[in-house]
């Protein structure tokens, strides 16, 4: 949640997420976990903590995925979940994703054995669908049966807070916002002096001399000669130069008069 104009911030925030899921074996739905009706249950209590994991690796890297039938992905304008409710058919198109780590948490053997694991992965991943791959790789069938979001946006879930803790926060005046600085860390920052602070400030592409390593990154974070967190900005080449601009895109601090007098 962001607050004021540190909404506009909200695009510079990291787009991999994290997830703890719980993995049903033995079965598959229509919707690729528990919501949906079970439209295949042989059971899997054959099958063992090793076997499932074996597999795992297979689904690390960049991979094609196709998400689940009802999803929010649009084909032809219309997203596949209305699709699915007027039970046409259609063809769900495969995308490329990319999952960084998975981690086996927990086995909870039976007729239906449940895997837990620990996924971070990037935007656009379906756990679900990871759920119902696994399965098909282990010839059982497999759905979500939980899922819960343990990381998104460069913040962790164990250092949120309840609505009821924000609630108390602010009645005993404990509640202090996230500091935009320390939320868009993974940003590289950049100093400016008074005077091209409050041209940047003021909108003005003003020139800037980056090493030839900064030039890796899109984004960078402003801030003034007072340490003052300003906002965002990029860069381009000056055409036919090797000159580089900076580009505002976020101007979160506006100047005052005294910056210009300065």
């Known amino acids: ?21 719980v993995i049903r074996l033995g079965m598959t739905t229509t919707t690729d976990d528990l919501e949906g009706e079970v439209s295949q249950s042989a ?3 054959h099958l063992t903590e ?25 084909v032809q304008g219309q ?6 409710r007027q ?24 007729e239906f054995p449940e895997l837990t ?27 979500l049966a939980a899922l819960e979001r343990t990381k998104s946006s460069g913040f962790a879930l ?17 509640y202090a916002p996230i500091a935009p600085a320390i939320a868009l860390q993974h940003h590289p920052r950049l100093e400016l002096s008074a005077e091209w602070a409050w041209r940047w400030q003021q909108g003005q592409k003003i020139p800037y001399k980056f090493r030839d390593f ?30 580089t601009r900076l580009l505002p895109k976020v101007v979160l601090t506006l100047p005052t008069a005294s910056d210009a007098q300065s």
Not at 117 to 143: F, H, N
Not at 218 to 237: E, H, K, N, R
């Open 158 to 174: 164990d250092s949120s807070i309840t609505l009821e803790q924000l609630e108390a926060q602010l009645r005993t005046g404990e």
């Open 50 to 74: 090793a076997d499932a994991i074996a597999v795992l690796e297979g689904f690390i890297g960049t991979i094609e995925q196709v998400p689940p039938r009802y999803s929010a992905v649009q």
């Open 1 to 21: 949640m962001a607050l004021g104009r540190a909404t506009r911030l909200l695009q510079f925030l990291p787009t991999d997420k994290a997830y703890r899921a």
């Open 214 to 243: 900064d030039l890796n990154c899109p984004y960078y974070q402003v801030f003034g000669p007072d340490q003052s967190f300003l906002g965002m900005t990029a860069w381009a080449f000056v055409p036919d130069t090797d000159e």
């Open 87 to 110: 039970g046409q058919s259609f063809e769900v198109p495969k995308r490329t994703v990319t999952i960084h780590h998975i981690a086996p948490v927990a086995w909870q053997p039976g």
């Open 117 to 143: 694991l620990d996924v971070a992965c990037g935007s656009g991943t379906y756990i679900r669908s990871l759920a119902r791959d696994l399965g098909e790789k282990l010839g059982v069938g497999g759905t």
């Open 79 to 84: 997203r596949l979940y209305d699709l699915a």
């Open 43 to 45: 059971g899997a209590s």
